[in-house]
């Protein structure tokens, strides 16, 4: 990751968040949080100040491992898909308890919400949606066999926006409800000790 930087200047902080092209052959600058570097002038969601690193050109952002915007292409560069969506998966599969949408991953991966569901899609096999639920499934599952959280507790911690969404979801993508599963899995548990 970035090592620590100086503070940033002001007129470069003003730039960013104005997205002011005349900046953009001046610096890039990178979001910690995302590993992404962009222009000034990118129109990418505004990132909090301690995030930010400067640099003057792209090969001090890669060989900070930074990775080129898919939206603004800091001196020509991309990020290949493959590596995109696996930052995107990446993001997910820590934030999966918060509430995500496309339009979310638009801002923080600097990319269309129709131009993310179609890379996603080609590179998993699955929509950003159905990655984010099977996430929030195997969390929800791991949390049935080890602990007594109620089922609303075990939907919530999982990221679910509602019980009844998460019974519905689990029953239908798993064949039975999260009770039913529990109760199954302590029988089990059982039968084996004894």
């Not at 984010?132 to 602990?147: G, P, Y």
Request: charged letters at 30%.
């Amino acid at each position: 990751m970035a090592k620590e930087h100086a503070v940033i200047p002001e007129k470069y902080w003003k730039a960013i968040k104005d997205c002011d092209k005349t900046y953009d052959d001046i610096f890039l600058y990178g979001v910690k949080t995302t590993g992404i570097f962009c222009r000034p002038s990118c129109r990418s969601r505004i990132p909090n100040i301690e995030n930010v690193t400067i640099f003057h050109h792209a090969a001090q952002a890669l060989a900070e491992n930074f990775r080129p915007c898919k939206r603004c292409k800091p001196e020509g560069l991309s990020l290949p898909a493959e590596e995109w969506i696996k930052q995107i998966k990446e993001w997910i599969d820590l934030h999966y308890s918060q509430p995500i949408t496309l339009h979310l991953l638009g801002d923080i991966f600097h990319g269309s919400p129709f131009h993310i569901q179609r890379i996603f899609k080609r590179v998993t096999g699955k929509s950003p949606t159905e990655y984010i639920q099977d996430i929030r499934l195997e969390k929800a599952i791991h949390m049935l066999e080890t602990t007594e959280q109620s089922i609303a507790d075990v939907g919530a911690s999982a990221g679910f926006p509602s019980t009844p969404y998460f019974i519905s979801l689990y029953k239908k993508k798993l064949g039975t409800t999260p009770a039913a599963y529990r109760k199954k899995t302590r029988e089990d548990r059982k039968n084996e000790k004894d």
